[in-house]
């Protein structure tokens, strides 16, 4: 069975509404869910691109998003769809402030950060290592592009980033180095600015 149909499966084996997907860059086995935000979710093979391109590359690496409820977060992407919860980002008093889940055998593929708003807080792109870390600062700079965060390190999934904002206000992250899993426990982590950045000071977003 296609990797979209048995995902499909699952969900609507948990009950969810299975959409059709609005994406032109998945093939004709995708299909949409909403999750308890609103959010419309996509899942699909992606279509061959076929167009030659130039220069640095960045495919997609990961999504986060900002939510009022982290816990419905993890209920709805790994209790019914069936992504793996790897690490916690825990206050003080133990509510949960951040959760990072996987579909893969990266680190994370949707993450949640506890926010008083519901939407987006970034989407992040793969630039392989730490040199192409250094070339796409190189190439921000060339453009007169600020960086807004970074270059630092998280502290779950270990990875390179830097950070700038587009003109919308939109923040993208491009990020190297992602830890790769296979089979661990969850790993709790403290709220604190050593675990968003562990080389210097960490930027909090509501």
């Known amino acids: ?60 690496q990961h999504l986060t998003f900002a939510s009022n409820d982290v816990s419905a977060f993890v209920d709805f992407y790994c209790g019914k769809l069936g992504f793996s919860l790897v690490d916690r980002v825990l206050h003080d008093d133990g509510d949960l402030a951040t959760a990072f889940t996987t579909s893969n055998h990266e680190h994370h593929t949707i993450a949640c950060f506890k926010s008083d708003r519901n939407g987006i807080d970034h989407h992040s792109y793969e630039a392989g290592d730490w040199n192409y ?13 600020q960086l807004m965060w970074g270059p630092g390190r998280h502290g779950p999934g270990n990875n390179l980033f ?34 968003l950045n562990k080389w210097g000071r960490a930027i909090l977003r509501s």
């Open 133 to 145: 870390i250094r070339d796409w600062c190189d190439h921000f700079a060339d453009r007169d592009i």
């Open 162 to 195: 830097i950070f700038i904002e587009d003109p919308d206000g939109n923040w993208i992250e491009v990020s190297a180095e992602l830890e790769v899993i296979y089979d661990r426990q969850v790993v709790d982590w403290p709220q604190h600015p050593r675990t």
């Open 1 to 60: 069975m296609p990797t979209g149909s048995r995902r499909s499966a699952r969900a609507g084996s948990e009950g969810l509404e299975i959409l059709q997907s609005p994406s032109p860059y998945f093939g004709d086995d995708a299909f949409a869910v909403r999750d308890p935000n609103g959010h419309l979710i996509c899942f699909g093979l992606a279509k061959p691109d076929t167009i030659a391109r130039k220069g640095i590359q960045g495919p997609t």
